[in-house]
């Protein structure tokens, strides 16, 4: 049998001109979707890096919009509403921009947060680079520039600490200004100018970063990135935005919520959806707030540790960086009890001794996300969740059959799983074989 997200991309198409609500002209979607690269994961954003607004920001964790095209398209009721909890680079509600579907997601990260609400917003491109231009051409360092962030780690700028640092003290200091001067922006435009400039931070720094950390280039002090780099890097980025907003200017308003905030709390301002499409963090020890901390904190969304401790508190408790608060367990599963039991039983070999709790703790914050979805979606309404195993010491964390088991006493029922792929599993986790990364399909009973 062949899946919803295994649909051929000209099917994908066909099917979502059907949806496509009247105010939308119908060919958008098939235009917008044309450079999709189909051979990729549909779970995963490789296959767009040469899509209008999903190319603004590589963000790595993205599902593709063709999965969220899928989806759509394969529900058996017309959808005017839907949720995403856990929105990352936007995917959900730009993908229901194309189709005129009004759409409310949550995202906890304040850029990210603000990535989407910048795809979603109908910028006129001619006024915005002019105001780009306006203030390239008046740059000014100032002394302040070049002084640190409070609480920022002391690795951002030059001289760093052990001769190691991730930005070149001129790099750092046309960051900060390029930052302090748009606050002079219209709202909108400095929004665009912040995402825009976050998206070139990474390639202008000395390190790359994975899911693991920060890690510094091959050769870096060789090969040092300058302000003037920065700058090509950022009017490239600029002229790819402004492109996508020009093409894309005729799309008519649908409505958007954008909450930047904790799902946990947030969900409870949402009043309905039709549907819920989205991909939580994995129970896999991924930390949201470490991997975009040069984008928090370079962008001014951070200020102080206290905020960078307070951002971490608010994310879904999926990893160990953190020293969780114990709550009071909620998710009910034989086989979460099961894996908990092993976990503890391998605690001394496990490379965090709390592991076995965080577990515990994700499957609490995902069945807490999924009593307000209970609240939000009507009976026979769906939750459709792209999500992917874990494992620690040897010990597999099976992720759709401990949510199944969860989700059937919230009220929810299983109707279509599936593998989309399988994720290398890291050494660190304990082994080399393959996780497999599932679609869940849950229907409110
Ligand atoms: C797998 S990513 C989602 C990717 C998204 N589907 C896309 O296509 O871009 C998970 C997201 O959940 C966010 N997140 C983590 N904890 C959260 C929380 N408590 N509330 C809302 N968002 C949260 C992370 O910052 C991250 O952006």
Same mark, same amino acid.
């Given at each position: 049998m062949?899946e919803?997200?295994?649909?051929?991309?000209? %099917?994908?198409?066909r099917n979502?001109k059907?949806?496509?609500?009247?105010?939308?002209?119908?060919?958008?979607?098939?235009?917008?979707?044309?450079?999709?690269?189909?051979?990729?994961?549909? /779970? &995963?954003?490789?296959?767009?890096?040469?899509?209008p607004?999903?190319?603004?920001?590589?963000?790595?964790?993205?599902f #593709?919009?063709?999965?969220?095209a899928?989806?759509?398209?394969?529900?058996?009721?017309?959808?005017?509403r839907?949720l995403d909890?856990?929105a990352? $680079?936007?995917t959900?509600?730009?993908?229901?921009?194309?189709?005129g579907? /009004?759409?409310?997601?949550?995202?906890?990260?304040?850029?990210?947060?603000?990535?989407?609400e910048a795809?979603? /917003?109908?910028?006129?491109?001619?006024?915005?680079?002019?105001?780009y231009?306006?203030?390239? &051409?008046?740059?000014?360092?100032?002394?302040?520039?070049?002084?640190?962030?409070?609480?920022?780690?002391?690795?951002?700028? %030059?001289?760093?600490?052990?001769?190691r640092?991730?930005?070149a003290?001129?790099?750092?200091?046309?960051i900060?200004a390029?930052?302090?001067?748009?606050?002079g922006?219209?709202p909108?435009h400095?929004?665009?100018l912040?995402?825009?400039?976050?998206?070139?931070?990474?390639?202008? /720094?000395?390190?790359t970063?994975?899911?693991?950390?920060?890690?510094?280039?091959?050769?870096?002090?060789?090969?040092?990135r300058?302000?003037?780099?920065?700058?090509?890097?950022?009017?490239e980025?600029?002229?790819?935005?402004?492109?996508?907003?020009?093409?894309?200017?005729?799309?008519s308003?649908?409505?958007h919520?954008?909450?930047c905030?904790?799902a946990?709390?947030?969900?409870?301002?949402?009043?309905?959806?039709?549907?819920?499409?989205? $991909?939580?963090?994995?129970?896999?020890s991924?930390?949201?707030?470490?991997?975009?901390?040069?984008?928090?904190?370079?962008?001014?969304?951070?200020?102080? &540790?206290?905020?960078?401790?307070?951002?971490?508190?608010?994310?879904?408790? &999926?990893?160990?960086?953190?020293?969780?608060? %114990?709550?009071?367990p909620?998710?009910v599963?034989?086989?979460?009890?099961?894996?908990l039991?092993?976990?503890?039983?391998?605690?001394a070999?496990?490379?965090?001794?709390?592991i076995?709790?965080?577990?515990?703790?994700?499957?609490d914050?995902?069945?807490?996300?999924?009593?307000?979805?209970?609240?939000?979606l009507?009976?026979?309404?769906?939750?459709?969740v792209?999500?992917?195993? #874990?494992q620690?010491?040897g010990?597999?964390v099976?992720v759709?059959?401990?949510?199944?088991?969860?989700?059937? $006493?919230?009220?929810f029922?299983?109707?279509?799983?599936?593998?989309?792929r399988?994720?290398?599993n #890291?050494?660190?986790?304990?082994?080399?074989?393959?996780?497999?990364e599932?679609?869940?399909?849950?229907?409110?009973l």
């Amino acid at each position: 049998m062949t899946e919803f997200w295994q649909t051929p991309l000209a %099917e994908t198409v066909r099917n979502s001109k059907r949806l496509a609500h009247r105010r939308v002209p119908p060919n958008d979607i098939g235009n917008w979707l044309e450079n999709y690269a189909e051979a990729a994961p549909t /779970s &995963s954003n490789q296959g767009t890096t040469n899509i209008p607004f999903q190319r603004w920001f590589h963000f790595k964790e993205a599902f #593709s919009p063709k999965f969220v095209a899928d989806t759509l398209s394969s529900l058996p009721y017309k959808v005017d509403r839907c949720l995403d909890p856990f929105a990352g $680079s936007g995917t959900t509600a730009v993908t229901c921009r194309m189709l005129g579907i /009004s759409s409310d997601v949550i995202e906890v990260n304040p850029f990210l947060a603000d990535l989407i609400e910048a795809k979603l /917003s109908p910028v006129r491109a001619a006024g915005f680079c002019a105001a780009y231009d306006d203030l390239m &051409s008046t740059l000014e360092i100032k002394p302040a520039d070049r002084l640190p962030i409070d609480g920022m780690p002391p690795t951002l700028s %030059e001289p760093g600490v052990g001769g190691r640092f991730v930005f070149a003290s001129d790099v750092y200091a046309t960051i900060r200004a390029i930052v302090r001067q748009s606050d002079g922006l219209a709202p909108e435009h400095a929004r665009l100018l912040k995402v825009l400039l976050g998206a070139v931070l990474v390639a202008n /720094s000395n390190v790359t970063i994975n899911g693991k950390g920060r890690r510094y280039r091959r050769g870096w002090q060789a090969r040092q990135r300058s302000a003037s780099d920065l700058i090509k890097s950022l009017d490239e980025s600029v002229d790819r935005a402004a492109a996508d907003l020009t093409l894309y200017s005729g799309l008519s308003r649908s409505e958007h919520v954008v909450h930047c905030d904790d799902a946990r709390n947030a969900l409870a301002r949402v009043k309905h959806a039709d549907v819920a499409i989205f $991909s939580p963090p994995y129970p896999n020890s991924f930390d949201y707030t470490d991997v975009y901390n040069l984008e928090l904190w370079m962008l001014g969304y951070l200020r102080s &540790s206290p905020g960078n401790r307070a951002l971490r508190h608010q994310t879904l408790r &999926s990893h160990v960086q953190m020293k969780w608060q %114990e709550t009071r367990p909620v998710a009910v599963s034989q086989v979460l009890g099961e894996t908990l039991d092993a976990l503890r039983r391998a605690r001394a070999d496990l490379w965090n001794p709390h592991i076995p709790e965080m577990i515990g703790f994700y499957f609490d914050d995902l069945a807490v996300v999924f009593s307000e979805l209970r609240r939000i979606l009507e009976p026979g309404h769906h939750a459709v969740v792209a999500i992917g195993d #874990s494992q620690y010491g040897g010990i597999h964390v099976d992720v759709a059959s401990i949510l199944v088991e969860c989700l059937h $006493s919230l009220g929810f029922r299983l109707t279509e799983r599936g593998a989309i792929r399988s994720m290398r599993n #890291s050494s660190q986790h304990g082994g080399g074989f393959e996780l497999s990364e599932h679609c869940l399909v849950f229907e409110r009973l």
